[in-house]
């Protein structure tokens, strides 16, 4: 085959390294736009006025208070991980929710292969596309924080959360079908695309704001060669609870899709009955039972999920079942009847509705109610420090009424905004919060004035008695 | 029999009246006019008595059983599905939706009406050729594809020899219905993965030399639908029997390779998913060999500046860098 623009001018093949060097120069590096000698800035307190570009006064004031990343409005926290944070942002080009976790390099390096499982994990959800796989949307690189932007698609909470919330720590069996079946779905996708995942448990299951499940966190799941003839793997690094036998007993090489099954298995077994088929009082402990592969199903699970659970549970991974097996099992096609009420996905600071926390930042700026009532035009870093310790809530209400053309709220200091401490400390607010009625907080919060709305999520952190 | 308001006809009746009322309208005497009014009345009393109104509840289930068991043993659902196009608008949307719940119900882990259809198989087969039909194809649509979902189902229409008419509703003028007979096309192809997996294997060749014809068709939305799919299907693991043989074919790897030069970039852009499984595979046949080393210098000259805007693509410039390296290397197989 030959090309007709070949005379042009042939450009010489790259060798791995230079395309991918190439790549590297063309991620994307979104954040603020912020002078050098902003960076480091944290600890001095050295009053702050810089020479800035009237055009940068403009930007910066733009975006005084809706801090963004990118395109993306920051919202408030939505969970912590070993990893770093998560927080709900809203795209500003396309007014989606998403979520987007927040990677630092520093607290990586801490962790055992941290950085691997997550350029794994991106790897392998770029190239995915699911209903009930979490979709990657876009990532950021920001080198000089060393922090790295995972925008995803936005989900109120995980199974995890919501077994916890209950006190019986289960689903009613419709619901859990519900979920089980979506994760049937998912896998299957991942399977297809040869992904392992390796890391099946309900911690790892979201669910949107319409109920979708979503499989999460593919920090440790394996993608097999697109010639390999079957699904044997080496390594396996999940959860222990959720291990299979194969993996307890250290087989040197076991059958990848077969460990998911298992996963499954245990946490159809866990959403079901609010227990684990396996426990032990520490790792060795567990891996021996698991081992052993004996277990029992409570009395009150009957068949066809009582069947359903032995096949998933299989000892031998070659009698365990398949996903075609599951697909056809009877109680994979019965949706068990709406007879219990529904386990809600746990209320975030208060709000049953989840609504979305981007919105009182967005008010807060177009919205404020008097620019000119307070505040000087500039204050220095130390003053902000002063606000940001200091104990006076009212103080946080002054911080948000900043002068419009205020360009000092961009500077680089994250751990020095008081917003960023209220974060650290949902309890603070569900302190606050439980002191009202709490019949109806939506209506509440939109009730409320924007300026007061946002200071309750400007309480320095104070621990609960 | 209350005083005001319509009486409650029983879904015996209401199954009867319908029937006789679809009968009429078939056989298009003079009353004609008046079947159609009473086809559009019964169908919207049947639809209320599944799916309620805003003023009533749904049926009790044992309502709905025994409108369930009437549509059975009357065969009214073909009789509605042949004479679908005498209907009219809001009937056969009626249809569309009375078909699709009642297919829905389960009893335990039962489906009576999958059972039913798999009995009934014309079911089917005629709503497949529906697609023939302008005005009904869109209805048939919705209903094939809510049938598509069962794997008893699916299996029935993918072994029959309708299913191979697929390949010309595809690409019938109407654009609205190519792409809705596309997206069941797609749906039986994919939705169960066993059963469409040993369907390519046992069907290759009909298969394929069917797909060949999308592939080379004229119209550029079949062609780059069908590339996009056959590269969905050829990378699912699933289907791995079927992509070895796909791969193993020179023919196959020579129209990838004009795909690749097509005027579309869309349309180069899928055949570089398609080209580079022939390029990675390990165990090259000779013909295949062959090609590739005939076309080595023209092929790493290509693919170096084949979408080279693509920068933000990591993974697709991965891809390309191991496919041009790949090509680099390629070493002709020792003479025997």
Known sequence: MGSERAEEHIVLAYSDEEVLDDEEGGSRIFDDLEPASWINDEDTDVPIFHRVDSDQIIYEAKK?????????????????????????????????????????????????????????????????????VIGLLDVLVNDEKEKMYLVMEFCVGGLQDMLESTPQKRFPLWQAHGYFCQLMDGLQYLHSQRIIHKDIKPGNLLLTLSGILKISDLGVAEALDFFAEDDTCFTGQGSPAFQPPEIANGHEKFLG?????????????????????????????????????????PDEIENPLRDLLHGMLQKDAVKRFTLQQIRQHPWFWRKPPQTLEQVPVPPLRGDELHNMTV??????????????????????????????????????????????????????????????????????????????????????????????????????????S | MPLFGKSQKSPAEVVKALKEAVSALERGDKKAEKAQEDVSKNLVLMKNMLYGTSDAEPQTDIMVAQLAQELYNSNLLLLLIQNLNRIDFEGKKDVAQVFNNILRRQIGTRSPTVEYICTKPDILFTLMRGYEQQEIALNCGTMLRECARYEALAKIMLYSDDFFNFFRYVEVS?????????????????????????????????????????????????????????????????????????????????????????????????????????????????????????????????????????????????????????????????DH
């Open chain 1, 64 to 132: 005084k208070r809706c801090k963004m990343i990118g395109k993306y409005v920051m919202g408030d926290l939505l969970g912590e991980g070993s990893y770093g944070k998560v927080k709900e942002v809203l795209d500003s080009e396309t007014l989606c929710r998403r979520a987007v976790k927040i990677l630092k390099k520093r607290k990586l390096r801490r962790i055992p292969n941290g950085e691997q499982n997550v350029q794994r994990e991106i790897t392998l959800l770029k190239k995915l596309r699911h209903r009930n």
């Open chain 1, 257 to 297: 899709f077969k460990v998911d099954i298992w996963s499954s298995g245990v946490t159809l077994y866990n959403i079901t009955t609010g227990l684990y088929p396996f426990e032990g009082d520490n790792i060795f402990r567990l891996f021996e039972n698991i081992a052993k592969g004996e277990y029992t199903i």
């Open chain 1, 359 to 464: 919105l009182p930042y967005l008010m807060d700026y177009h919205y404020v109610e008097d620019p000119t009532s307070v505040q000087p035009q500039y204050y220095t870093e130390h003053e902000r420090n002063a606000w940001a310790e200091g104990q006076n809530p009212e103080r946080y209400g002054f911080e948000w009424q900043e002068p419009v053309n205020n360009i000092r709220s961009k500077e680089g200091s994250p751990k020095k905004y008081p917003d960023e401490m209220g974060y650290g400390s949902p309890d603070t607010h569900q302190t606050e919060e439980s002191g009202e009625s709490t019949s109806d907080s939506s209506k509440r919060k939109s009730k409320r004035k924007t300026t007061s709305c946002i200071s309750v999520k400007k309480f320095p952190p104070c621990k609960q």
């Open chain 2, 174 to 334: 109407t654009f609205d219905i190519a792409s809705d007979a596309f997206s069941t096309f797609k749906e039986l192809l994919t939705r169960h993965k066993m059963l469409c997996a040993e369907f390519l294997e046992l069907n290759y060749d009909k298969v394929f030399s069917h797909y060949q014809r999308l592939l080379n068709s004229e119209n550029y939305v079949t062609r780059r639908q069908s590339l996009k799919l056959l590269g969905e299907l050829l990378l699912d693991r699933h289907n791995f029997t079927v992509m070895t043989r796909y791969i193993s074919n020179p023919d196959n790897l020579k129209l990838m390779m004009n795909m690749l030069k097509e005027k579309s970039r869309n349309i180069q852009f899928e055949a570089f998913h398609v080209f580079k499984v022939f390029v990675a595979n390990p165990n090259k046949p000779k013909p295949i060999l062959e090609i590739l080393l005939r076309n080595q210098d023209k092929l790493v000259e290509f693919l170096t500046r084949f979408h080279t805007d693509r920068s933000e693509d990591e993974q697709f410039n991965d891809e390309k860098a191991y496919l041009i390296k790949q090509i680099k290397e390629l070493k002709p197989l020792p």
